[in-house]
């Protein structure tokens, strides 16, 4: 198999047919502020901070709830899922790559950071192979453009994956529009029943190949109005989650100071003061996504030991610096 990437930063859009009339006018300005809304976010999508340019402000959601106090689950973390066996599935896969894990990572832009965290955390030498299946300006309110579900059924059936890591949910704190509902605002209860069947679906798809998933919840953000809609989805995400038997990994508290608040700078492995976020206040830098998956990488090999040891095989010998691949 070879491995899955998608180079650049593509955005998708639906094209309308040309028409005339200012009823159509009124009918598609959701569909423009969506659009507007998903160039904004793609500006911050490298993660090198000297190649960001400067983002727009983020505008609050009119007529959003800030703490979105419909949403009836727990704080992320509360009630973590207990560490499930590794299906006999993957157990097969491995024993058949002589011993290599494949870890796919869905997501956003912010996947993507994930994902490149994880590459270099989990190196091919130590017997991984960590596939990009993630795709920039994309979620659960984006369906027009892109299905995730249908994304990820074809992704999985070309390259299966025996652990799966999930982040999304920076590109959905807006409201979206349904030919069948109308306007969805932002954590109403239409929405949140939407976007709950869609990341449903989506979960459930992976889980039908067997592979262990993982969700990876989103940090704090630099914007106190998008930082609270935050918070609200990582607790409509842990709650599905909770319900799929999928542990929901909490990354906020990796990502703020000793006063619970936002900061660019937090302590690395050593205890020294580095950057970790990018000027837009929103996605992290490399050594960011290394903090915030530190213990996501620990679960992932013990789930590899344990398939390994099932499947009779141990991991690649590392290589020896110099050595060629």
């Known amino acids: 198999m070879t491995e899955t990437v ?28 969506v659009v507007g809304l998903i160039a904004g976010f793609a500006v ?15 505008a609050p959601v009119a007529g959003s709830a800030p703490m979105a106090d419909g949403v009836a689950a727990p704080a992320p ?22 011993g290599r894990v494949r870890i796919g990572v869905f997501g ?19 017997g991984y ?5 993630g795709k920039e300006a994309t979620g659960f309110t984006r369906y027009n453009a892109l299905n995730l579900e249908e994304r990820a059924r074809e992704q999985l059936a070309k390259d299966p994956v025996d652990i799966a890591v999930i982040s999304f949910g920076a590109n959905d704190a807006i409201p979206f529009y349904t030919k069948e509902g109308g306007l969805q605002p932002l954590m109403s209860p239409g929405w949140q029943r939407i976007v709950g069947q869609r990341l449903d679906g989506f979960v459930r798809a992976i889980q039908a190949t067997g ?16 930082d609270a809609n935050i918070q609200a989805m990582n607790r409509l995400y842990a709650a599905h989650m909770q319900a799929l038997g999928v542990p929901f990994l909490d990354t906020r508290s990796l990502s703020v100071d000793e ?27 490399g050594i960011g996504y290394e903090r915030i998956t530190s213990g996501l990488i620990d679960r992932i090999r013990k789930d590899a030991d344990e398939a390994r040891r099932r499947a009779g095989k141990t991991a690649p010998a590392t290589a020896a610096p110099g050595a060629g691949a």
């Open 6 to 33: 998608e180079a650049g930063s593509e955005i998708r859009r639906t094209e309308h047919p040309a028409r005339r009339g200012a009823a159509w006018l009124a009918a598609d300005r959701m569909a423009v502020l």
């Open 108 to 126: 956003d832009s912010f996947g993507i950071g994930v994902w490149d965290a994880l590459y270099r955390d989990l190196p091919r030498e130590q």
């Open 44 to 58: 911050g999508l490298s993660f090198h901070p000297p190649q960001l340019p400067a983002p727009a402000p983020l």
């Open 259 to 285: 006063k619970g608040q936002y900061t660019a700078h937090l302590p690395d492995a050593k205890g020294v003061m580095r950057l970790m976020r990018t000027p837009d206040g929103l996605h992290m830098i």
């Open 129 to 133: 192979e960590v596939l990009r299946f």
């Open 211 to 226: 592979a262990k998933v993982y969700w990876l919840g989103l940090p704090a953000m630099r914007d106190p109005v998008l």
């Open 77 to 98: 973390g509360a009630t973590p899922v207990a560490a499930a066996p590794v299906d006999a599935r993957v157990v097969r896969h491995v024993a058949a790559a002589d």
